[in-house]
């Protein structure tokens, strides 16, 4: 951990020392004009978001094969770019592609492995995230520049739930989101992306988003159960029921823009927002269940209520403001659904491992995240004042709270999160330190563990 602090530090004073060379001013970005008014143009956005950790790993795991109880590594977690073109005041067509998750021994293309260059972890495949084309039925007017409404249709993120469920990851206040906001990622979703059809817009202080989705097909068998108790509902979709998904909002005081279906995490002091949002998702025969041999389907219903806060505070010059966000989340898969989610999991089970402390997440860190049963999120942050000294570097605190009281779990399990993003340059430029205690809960015993992860996150975005 001191390494990890004196790498921090040195970092950190690297940027301070650079920082009063300037940096331009970001303005509308990378964006062509195909016309003279700008109406017509083409946008692009690139970002990467790079992750150096240091973590506990669960008791029974392997590192590259060799037993491991602590792992120090650095990877890529995003790795991103965007483009969309508003060629007329209706039409708008968007893509967007890249990576994910890719580490010293995973997340590399189909197949590769072992040793050389298409060895473990090495050359991801690229692959879109959205892809869609959308068409504005009603333009804001001089009457009522609140009212609007769109549709489209392709490989998009309109996806319901909550305000997380759409988040935009270029701003979040966390080092990223809590993961359990993304309820079907890349298992019904194509990272927590489905085709289908979907309607937007405003009317007034109110804007809603509603889609019919075709959810990915999903096979997993059904583990054969002899107590009703211990029947357990898995991902076994077949030919997949459409979903029906959406998110509804009023928004009280500065109303934000919904071009895209990214939602911001945290404006630093540039907006005054409070939203009270209600969101859904609902798949007919989405999972199943075996009882003594009979297979049985269970809908998947998942709702959600949610409130965000970006209020400025203290004077304006010192352009302070505190951010919040509170969620409660009730999720169906049908009878003891769980799943375990490590994100960028470097850890396998060890074979040979004999102690009696494994936890039912299973190795590296994984922890349970997702399933039936209610889930309650909060997180909060100050960006601390402006000073008149040079670097004018910014600093938000941030903290965040998960409980998660899951049925297929004995006991109900929490994550805690803090940490600070040192802003350089806004969400353009911004490093984010932070340290995570997730739980576990042991196999044998029942009795829950807690377990440690820090993370340093350098990102940049034009």
Known sequence: MKKLIILFSVLVTTVISSFGQGAPEYGSGMKINVNQDGSKFIRFITWNQIWFRSSQMNPG??????????SVDIG???LRFLAYAQLSKRYMVIAHWGIN???FVNGGGSGTTGTGP???GKKPQIFFHDAWNEYHLVLPSKENKNSSLSVGAGLHYFMGISRMTQASTLNFMTIDSPIFNWATVDVADQFVRQFGIFAKGKLNKFEYRLAINKPFSTNTPPVNA???SKATAVDNSGNSKWVKTGYLEYQFWDTESNLLPFKVGTYLGTKKVFNLGAGFYSQPKGTKSQLNGTLSSHDINLVAVDAFLDLPVGKKERNMAFTAYTGLFNYNFGPNYLRNVGIMNVGVADANYKG???????????????GTGSIFYTQAGLLLPKTKEKPKLRVQPFTAYTMKNFEALPTA???FDIGANWLIDGHHAKITTQYAIRPGVEVTSGNKKSLGEFIMQLQVYL
């Open 356 to 370: 009696s402390d494994k936890l039912l997440s299973g190795a590296g860190n994984a922890q349970p995240m997702i």
């Open 101 to 103: 998750n890719q580490t």
């Open 118 to 120: 298409y060895g473990a």
């Open 61 to 70: 795991t392997t590192v590259g094969g060799e037993a491991a109880t602590n």
């Open 226 to 228: 002899t107590d009703a």
């Open 413 to 415: 399990v929490s994550n």
């Open 76 to 78: 890529a977690r995003r």
